[in-house]
């Protein structure tokens, strides 16, 4: 098909901005952009019908890590390293909550809750829960961690938690819809189906090669995350996560967000439903992969776990499952950063997008002058 004069005048060409990616950080990118440069002319490509990444397949937690991953943060990480990493994905979720507003995302503040099979490792944290309260108190103001008893009768666990206090839940579809609204409100063009297979630089200006035919833009951004290996040199390896949902429960009692192992399986309660997620830990190789897809693998563990700890003796049926790509790295830290001269890139937000997104998106926007 050729497209009218028209066409390339208004989507194509004299692109003063051009954000390949419609997630957490595209969106957020492309909306600071505008009001920077509220007389730019934006486009934003997403390669899916929907934001094909994570930002609408993950579980909806506004967390900042668990007392297991943050102590495993520290084996890699140092203290203040592990703050600054805290500090970002708190003032990220505070970021987006301001620019959406609670009710538009169904925010919740129900705590979030770590759940120990092992009673060594779970002493083993409990016991540095203080030093964690320690690290954060000139962020929180207050600790941040402490235990209670299993209120939720799960089964198969030590019957001690490990309770976040400022850890909430909100609802993933509602946030990327308000994200889209506010950038389309401003003027930000969204195109999708759209996948970008390269770039390459001109003087002030770059030529953005897609699946739909050359795109130009003064300067291009790239919020790509999982899928960033494809188009840039950059450290970074997808990542995928399977995640199914129960049919409705009735009196389904479970509220808050719940880790198990480090931060590897998590669920919560949506609309009186167990969503339960992980399993990565299982086979790291097959699930560093851009396909999305389940194996029956992770799935049946998953269910196993419905059975056996979260919903014992609870009649259940699977409704959905899906998978979602992340972007990880061997450090937690994001790369933001400039590719080239007209070239940016918000990358690699370690299964934290939800938490640091926003904030992300706003760094990228702010690498130009």
């Known amino acids: 098909m050729n ?6 005048k208004e989507w194509f060409t004299n692109n003063d901005f051009i954000v390949v990616g419609s997630g957490i950080v595209g969106l957020n990118c492309a909306i600071r952009l505008k009001e920077r440069f509220p007389k730019s002319k934006i ?28 102590l ?41 809750y ?20 320690k690290l954060l108190l000139p962020l929180f103001k207050e600790s941040v961690f402490s235990t209670a008893c299993n209120k939720f009768n799960f089964k198969n666990i030590v019957p001690t938690y490990l309770v976040n206090q400022f850890e909430a839940q909100l609802d993933t579809g509602k946030m990327v819809s308000q994200l889209l609204k506010k950038a389309q409100e401003k003027g930000v063009k969204v195109l999708n ?31 790509t995350n999982g899928f960033s290996k494809e188009l840039l040199k950059e450290s970074i390896s997808p990542a995928r996560a399977q995640v199914l949902i129960t049919s409705p429960i009735k009196d389904l009692h479970i509220k808050g967000t719940f880790h198990l192992e480090e931060g590897y399986y998590y669920f919560r309660n949506i609309n009186n439903r167990i969503l339960l997620g992980g399993g990565r830990n299982l086979d790291f190789e097959t699930e560093e992969t851009t396909q999305f897809g389940e194996t029956t693998l992770v799935q049946n563990k998953l269910e196993n776990l419905l059975k056996t700890t979260i919903l014992p003796n609870i009649d259940f049926k699977i409704t959905h499952r899906w998978s979602g790509i992340m972007g990880v790295g061997n450090q937690k830290k994001p790369i933001v950063k400039q590719l080239s ?17 926003s904030l992300v998106g706003k760094e990228l926007a702010d690498l130009i002058d």
């Open 193 to 223: 189906n759209i996948s970008v297979l390269g770039f390459s630089e001109g003087t002030n200006q770059v030529k953005i090669n897609t699946s739909q035919g050359e795109f130009l833009a003064s300067k291009v951004f790239f919020a």
């Open 72 to 112: 495993s943060d520290l084996k890699n990480h140092t203290e203040e390293e592990v703050f600054r990493l805290v500090k970002m994905r708190w003032e990220g979720l505070q970021l987006m909550r301001s620019l959406l507003g609670d009710t538009n995302i169904d925010y919740q503040l129900n705590y979030g």
């Open 3 to 8: 497209f009218s004069y028209w066409e390339y």
């Open 114 to 133: 770590e759940l120990f099979s092992d009673e060594v490792f779970f002493e083993k944290c409990k016991n540095k829960t203080e030093d964690l309260n």
């Open 43 to 70: 486009i934003v490509l997403e390669k899916g019908l929907l934001p094909q990444g994570a930002s609408t397949k993950n579980a909806g937690f506004a967390c900042f890590g668990s007392t297991s991953e943050l």
């Open 341 to 357: 001269e007209n070239s940016y890139c918000g990358i690699r937000l370690g299964g934290m997008g939800v938490a640091i997104g």
